[in-house]
């Protein structure tokens, strides 16, 4: 890991990172995200016969049901740095129109589509405001841009227990300037990212429940093979670094335990707002 953040080195492992987890990710997402996606596509309101961007799709979890919502008359492109993530999109999706494309640097004309949503990107990219204008440009006037984030560190626990536990024992691999993954969930915040971005009548919506695991075992594999540039991170510390993040990541993930099962609280965000 680097000591200062260097936004085009950072997105280049990102993609490296994601090609490396997609199948271990697509995995991840089947047992999580469906539920958290159909909520997220029901918010954005889109609308038979539109055209609809998906900007970090991933294996297509949000796509699919985008698809299904504007119907056979409506269109759906789905974009993504990682290709192996597209390949995967592409297996669920068949005709979709899928392209291995940087959401900071869109190659899309001015004003391509009705709609354009984006599940569990923002807080990922390099230059989440560069990225959030290029889906402002490339949405029609009068669109919606709509955005899940991961919530507040707190109650976003499926990842925050792996993470901070990880940044405790390896302060180093948070470079300053690096994309944080609540940055937007805090009360208010990515409602003020959409509003600075001079989108009009946003609204937002918070998401919160529980992922259950086997064991705490369990949840370490599935966050350490499958959440992306996190695996990256742990694979780049000595053994015994990993190791002791391991123990501290089982020992706390003891106290979500019910009965025979882990039950980890999640909490995601969305918003949505009009292009003037």
Same mark, same amino acid.
């Given at each position: 890991?680097?000591? *200062?953040?260097?936004?085009?080195?950072?997105?280049?492992? =990102?993609?490296?990172?994601?090609?490396?987890?997609?199948?271990?990710?697509?995995?991840?997402?089947?047992?999580? /995200?469906?539920?958290?996606?159909?909520? /997220?596509?029901?918010?954005?309101?889109?609308?038979?016969?539109?055209? &609809? $961007?998906?900007?970090?799709?991933?294996?297509?979890?949000? *796509? &699919?049901?985008?698809?299904?919502?504007?119907?056979?008359?409506?269109? &759906?492109?789905?974009?993504? =740095?990682? %290709?192996?993530?597209?390949?995967?999109?592409?297996?669920? #999706?068949?005709? &979709?129109?899928?392209?291995?494309?940087?959401?900071?640097?869109?190659?899309?004309?001015?004003?391509?589509?009705?709609?354009?949503?984006?599940?569990?990107? $923002?807080?990922? /990219?390099?230059?989440?405001?560069?990225?959030?204008?290029?889906?402002? !440009?490339?949405?029609?006037?009068?669109?919606?841009?709509?955005? $899940?984030?991961?919530?507040?560190?707190?109650?976003?626990?499926?990842?925050?227990?792996?993470?901070?536990?990880?940044? +405790?024992?390896?302060?180093?691999?948070? @470079?300053?300037?690096?994309?944080?993954?609540?940055?937007?969930?805090?009360?208010? +915040?990515?409602?003020?990212?959409?509003?600075?971005?001079? #989108?009009?009548? %946003? !609204?937002?919506? !918070?998401?919160?429940?529980?992922?259950?695991?086997?064991?705490?075992?369990?949840?370490?594999? *599935?966050?350490?093979?499958?959440?992306?540039? *996190?695996?990256?991170?742990?694979?780049? =510390?000595?053994?015994?670094? !990993?190791? @002791?993040?391991?123990?501290? %990541?089982?020992?706390?993930?003891?106290?979500?335990?019910?009965?025979?099962?882990?039950?980890?609280?999640?909490?995601? %965000?969305?918003?949505?707002?009009?292009?003037?």
């Amino acid at each position: 890991m680097t000591s *200062t953040f260097d936004p085009k080195a950072y997105t280049q492992e =990102l993609r490296e990172n994601w090609n490396a987890a997609a199948p271990h990710y697509k995995r991840l997402s089947a047992d999580f /995200f469906p539920p958290i996606a159909k909520a /997220f596509v029901d918010f954005c309101a889109l609308k038979p016969g539109q055209s &609809v $961007l998906d900007v970090a799709c991933g294996p297509g979890t949000a *796509t &699919v049901l985008a698809k299904s919502a504007v119907g056979p008359k409506g269109k &759906v492109v789905g974009v993504d =740095l990682s %290709v192996e993530m597209l390949k995967l999109a592409g297996e669920r #999706l068949g005709a &979709v129109d899928l392209r291995e494309m940087d959401a900071e640097e869109m190659d899309f004309p001015d004003a391509s589509f009705d709609a354009v949503i984006c599940q569990l990107g $923002l807080m990922l /990219f390099a230059r989440p405001e560069a990225a959030l204008s290029e889906m402002i !440009r490339v949405v029609k006037p009068g669109g919606k841009v709509s955005c $899940l984030v991961q919530g507040a560190k707190d109650k976003m626990v499926f990842t925050s227990l792996i993470m901070s536990t990880m940044i +405790r024992h390896a302060p180093d691999l948070k @470079a300053p300037g690096a994309p944080n993954l609540y940055a937007f969930g805090g009360e208010g +915040r990515l409602e003020w990212a959409l509003k600075t971005c001079e #989108l009009k009548g %946003v !609204r937002t919506e !918070r998401l919160s429940g529980t992922f259950g695991f086997a064991s705490p075992e369990a949840y370490w594999e *599935t966050m350490a093979s499958g959440a992306g540039r *996190t695996g990256m991170m742990l694979k780049s =510390l000595p053994a015994a670094v !990993r190791s @002791a993040i391991k123990q501290d %990541v089982l020992k706390t993930a003891e106290n979500y335990l019910i009965k025979d099962r882990m039950e980890i609280p999640y909490e995601v %965000v969305m918003a949505s707002g009009s292009k003037a």
